[in-house]
């Protein structure tokens, strides 16, 4: 106890607390800021005074779309297995809403080929009126969702993060104490 009561003692001390808890202030206001980016992904990025629709829900109804599509090509037995099992893929990676944007960028990329192959055969294809109808609703549907996608703002929002804190000591500070900073959708 008489170690406590030294002057050079009690300020070490007093410097550790400080210290320690604002290392730990530190790092909560890191994670919350870069939760908050991360939520633009599901819940629209907010810029001009509007919300944008948010890419996870664009991606959403793009799965909704191949499904729809795949119904459609099933009635002139055009292949459709492929975009089936990256429909399947890509809402998987995106019901699991955490920081794993780069994954679900992954499986969109995977998903957005054989969308475009099936889009492509079956606007190539001799449809019935309805089923021509319900493919031009459908290619006009998926061109708004991707620029939907593109204009959405989460990567803008990503680049404005990493531009405040992707620098020294910030990006050690959350190696340090694994926090997951935002990834850009790309």
Same mark, same amino acid.
């Given at each position: 106890?008489?170690?406590?009561?030294?002057? =050079?003692?009690?300020?070490? $001390?007093?410097?550790?607390?400080?210290?320690? *808890?604002?290392?730990?202030?530190?790092?909560?206001?890191? *994670?919350?800021? *870069? =939760?908050?980016?991360?939520? &633009? %992904?599901?819940?629209?990025?907010?810029?001009?005074?509007?919300?944008?629709?948010?890419?996870?829900?664009?991606?959403? /109804?793009?799965?909704?779309?191949?499904?729809?599509?795949?119904?459609?090509?099933?009635?002139? &037995?055009?292949?459709? /297995?492929?975009?089936?099992?990256?429909?399947?893929?890509? !809402? $998987?990676?995106?019901?699991?809403? #955490?920081? +794993?944007? !780069?994954?679900?960028?992954? #499986?969109?990329?995977? +998903?957005?080929?054989?969308?475009?192959? $099936?889009? #492509?055969?079956?606007?190539?294809?001799?449809?019935?009126?309805?089923?021509?109808?319900?493919?031009?609703?459908?290619?006009?549907?998926?061109?708004?969702?991707?620029?939907?996608? =593109?204009?959405? &703002?989460?990567?803008? *929002?990503?680049?404005? +993060?990493?531009?405040?804190? &992707?620098?020294?000591?910030?990006?050690? %500070?959350?190696?340090? %104490?694994?926090?997951?900073?935002?990834?850009? +959708?790309?």
């Amino acid at each position: 106890m008489k170690l406590l009561k030294k002057p =050079a003692v009690a300020v070490i $001390l007093a410097v550790l607390i400080v210290v320690g *808890s604002t290392l730990i202030s530190a790092d909560a206001k890191l *994670s919350r800021q *870069s =939760a908050k980016v991360v939520n &633009g %992904f599901y819940d629209g990025v907010k810029y001009g005074g509007i919300v944008h629709p948010s890419i996870a829900s664009c991606l959403s /109804e793009l799965c909704d779309i191949a499904e729809q599509m795949v119904v459609i090509a099933n009635n002139y &037995g055009l292949e459709t /297995e492929e975009l089936t099992e990256s429909t399947e893929n890509l !809402r $998987l990676s995106i019901s699991y809403q #955490d920081a +794993f944007i !780069r994954l679900i960028y992954s #499986d969109y990329s995977d +998903f957005n080929g054989p969308l475009m192959v $099936l889009e #492509d055969a079956l606007n190539h294809t001799a449809l019935s009126d309805r089923h021509s109808e319900q493919m031009a609703a459908i290619s006009q549907r998926i061109s708004e969702l991707k620029a939907d996608i =593109a204009a959405s &703002g989460y990567n803008e *929002s990503v680049s404005a +993060f990493l531009r405040r804190n &992707g620098r020294f000591p910030t990006w050690q %500070f959350a190696n340090l %104490f694994e926090i997951n900073l935002p990834a850009a +959708f790309a």
